[in-house]
């Protein structure tokens, strides 16, 4: 016995027929932002960067992101499901929202876009971290004919070298690392597996495989690879102020500020209707404030930015690989000398 009547259940029955598919969908509603407005104000947003490489970099990655769910040739194109497309949606206008706050002088979103655009974060940072992994090449005849090498995440297995001299370098310098830039910092360069599990016997290879696995892309996901020397160089002249930015950013559009349509009886009556309102508050400062985008600002930015940059060179002679840091400078306190004359006035010494 149904608890629905016969009437209600074939209708209930035949809409289900008509409109397969889960019922959460068939309740959510169309997404009102229009996908092409979305991407013009993204790239619109990304020509007024006070960076040229952000500029670059964040506008391939708005074209690069769009173009890869439509593609450029309609023959190539695919349906997006719907709840896919709310979520595409989602992050557009979160990632419009970003570069906003940005280039209106919010510090953190604009280190977000500096940590996008020079590889501390995001995909550059894992494009970056893939040219790292590479496999070590043999550098004479006798490495070629060497004995092979453990297998890939066995107990004697170890990661390639630069990778093992970068994770040693940065596990040193934690310390002068900031965690709002790289997340969590710890590292741990040696894997700690036990010998033996809880029953007391022997470490199955298969579990040992899965504890070296994840050690190692745990470290990979804490690690801060190397930029291209040119690069590294040109962020450096940035930062102490040698080079300026190349063109500058666009002039953003001026906004048409329409006409107040409040008359003075529409004030007196809201004022009579809901009391006095609030002036201005802090309320919208809650999570930071708007700076001035001004060459001494941006050179702090690109100072920090410079501190989470290694430059790692290969050193012939010792065979290894060397990482070198920018240390954060730290103000010497200055020691004013008292006059022998006025030793004895202060301390009673003659």
């Known amino acids: 016995m149904g608890l629905l009547p016969t009437s209600q259940s074939a209708v209930v029955s035949s809409a289900e027929a008509f409109c397969p598919g889960p019922k959460p969908l068939q309740l959510m509603a169309l997404p ?10 993204l790239l619109r947003e990304c020509t007024y960067l006070p960076d040229s490489q952000a500029r670059t970099y964040l506008r391939d990655h ?3 992101s769009y173009r890869k769910h439509l593609p450029r040739y309609q023959q190539k194109r695919k349906e997006i499901p719907l709840r896919r497309r709310v979520a595409l949606l989602h992050r557009g206008r979160k990632g419009l929202s970003v570069l906003r706050r940005a280039n209106e002088g919010y ?23 893939d040219e790292l992994m590479q496999e070590d ?9 060497a004995p092979s090498d453990p297998q890939k995440y066995s107990r004697d297995w170890l990661p390639p070298s630069t990778v093992m001299a970068l994770l040693r ?20 360069p040696k894997p700690a597996v036990p010998e033996q599990n809880t029953w007391g016997r022997q470490m199955p290879e298969k579990r040992v495989k899965n504890l070296m696995r994840k050690w190692y892309a745990k470290q990979l996901d804490r690690l801060l690879p190397p930029l291209p020397e040119r690069e590294f160089e040109r962020l450096q002249e940035l930062s102490h102020g040698k080079i300026g930015t190349d ?27 809901g009391g006095p309102q609030k002036s201005h508050t802090f309320a919208a400062y809650l999570h930071g404030r708007p ?3 001004t060459p001494r600002l941006l050179q702090r930015m690109w100072l920090n930015i410079l501190h989470h940059v290694p430059m790692m060179t290969r050193n012939a002679s010792k065979d290894r690989w060397e990482v070198k840091w920018t240390v954060k400078g730290r103000a010497r ?14 301390f009673g010494v003659p």
Do not use: F
């Open 32 to 41: 009102l932002t229009n996908a092409l407005h979305l991407y013009r104000a």
């Open 62 to 64: 708005v074209i690069h």
């Open 107 to 129: 510090l953190k979103p604009l280190q977000n876009v500096l940590c996008l655009a020079y590889g501390r974060k995001g995909r550059r940072r894992r494009k970056l971290m």
């Open 137 to 145: 090449i043999p550098h004479d005849h006798e490495a070629v004919h």
């Open 169 to 188: 370098s940065q596990s040193m310098n934690t310390e002068h690392l900031d965690r709002t830039v790289t997340g969590p910092t710890k590292l741990t």
């Open 247 to 273: 063109d500058g950013p666009v002039p953003r559009r001026r906004k048409v500020v329409a006409p107040s349509a409040e008359t003075p009886s529409v004030v007196n009556e809201m004022l009579l209707l």
């Open 291 to 293: 700076h001035r985008l």
């Open 333 to 346: 306190p200055q020691v004013s000398e008292v006059a022998s004359d006025h030793l004895e006035a202060l």
